[in-house]
């Protein structure tokens, strides 16, 4: 199996955009922004989302949005290259606000024919990635636009755009509270039990009421959370791995390691080293 190598990692106001060269499982997890999965080269992957098996291949793209549980398969034939965008919903929301398009449900299947457009600003973007982050001229946030446009009319219909969004469930308010306290607590990895008792219901009525509301388990959100903290500690700090371990709660840096690139395919050292912002 060839070990996982970064190519480049680009982030901004938009959120993230990455592309990877992996053949490594992800486990299941979830992202509060919009996930788009498209494959550039190398061996098809194979996802799935519950018991929907999604394959990766030269003629797919695959669309999550918000709280919508995904995980990846070890790869047996050799690495992908994939560009993944996790795109932040308010910024995504201007953006289709402008054509016109309500942040609904957005993206009705999760698995989609790519189409010729979508294909070649995908590669112009993956192109043009290494160019910003090596200081060179470039336009990547033009070119996601670019991307991100051409998604969405192919893609997204305006006519489903009144669809009930994942981000937008009726949540009970033992439920606000609970996901308040767990943004609060976050690095100290709260026990699902703690929080339950924090809002007044019992751990398995916790866990049904949670999912039902948010779309996703608490451990998911939790873990989300934790990423998405180790993230931009990584790329706006000189925090030693050492010291983001032990803020986030982990008992060794290998831990917080193993944590880490199960959930994004990449080492967090790996991560501070290609990431330009």
Not at 154 to 162: G, I, K, L
Not at 191 to 207: P, T
Request: proline share 4%; hydrophobic share 45%.
């Amino acid at each position: 199996m060839t070990s996982t190598t970064p190519i480049w990692i680009m982030q901004g106001a938009f959120g993230r955009a990455t592309v990877n060269l992996t053949d490594k499982a992800l486990v299941e997890h979830a992202h509060q922004e919009f996930n788009v999965l498209l494959k550039l080269g190398g061996a098809d992957a194979q996802f799935r989302s519950g018991t929907q098996a999604l394959s990766l291949d030269d003629r797919s793209v695959l669309l999550f949005n918000p709280w919508v549980p995904h995980l990846k398969l070890a790869n047996e034939r050799g690495p992908t290259m994939i560009l993944s965008l996790i795109i932040d919903a308010v910024w995504l929301g201007r953006l289709l606000a402008s054509q016109g398009v309500a942040l609904g449900q957005t993206f009705p299947n999760l698995r989609e024919d790519i189409t010729d457009d979508v294909r070649l600003n995908a590669e112009r973007l993956a192109a043009a990635i290494p160019q910003q982050l090596l200081g060179e001229a470039g336009d990547c946030e033009d070119l996601l636009t670019d991307l991100l446009d051409a998604i969405s009319r192919a893609y997204v219909d305006p006519s489903a755009s009144r669809l009930e969004a994942a981000a937008f469930r009726p949540i009970d308010f033992r439920i606000r509270k609970a996901l308040h306290f767990i943004r609060e607590h976050a690095l100290e990895n709260p026990d699902i039990g703690r929080i339950a008792a924090e809002v007044g219901l019992s751990r398995s009525r916790f866990f049904e009421q949670f999912r039902r509301c948010v779309g996703v388990s608490p451990q998911h959100y939790i873990d989300h959370f934790r990423v998405k903290i180790a993230t931009h500690w990584l790329s706006t700090t000189d925090r030693s791995l050492v010291e983001i371990a032990e803020e986030l709660g982990f008992g060794s840096h290998s831990t917080f390691t193993r944590f880490f690139t199960q959930h994004l395919a990449v080492s967090p050292s790996e991560f501070r080293r290609q990431t330009t912002s």
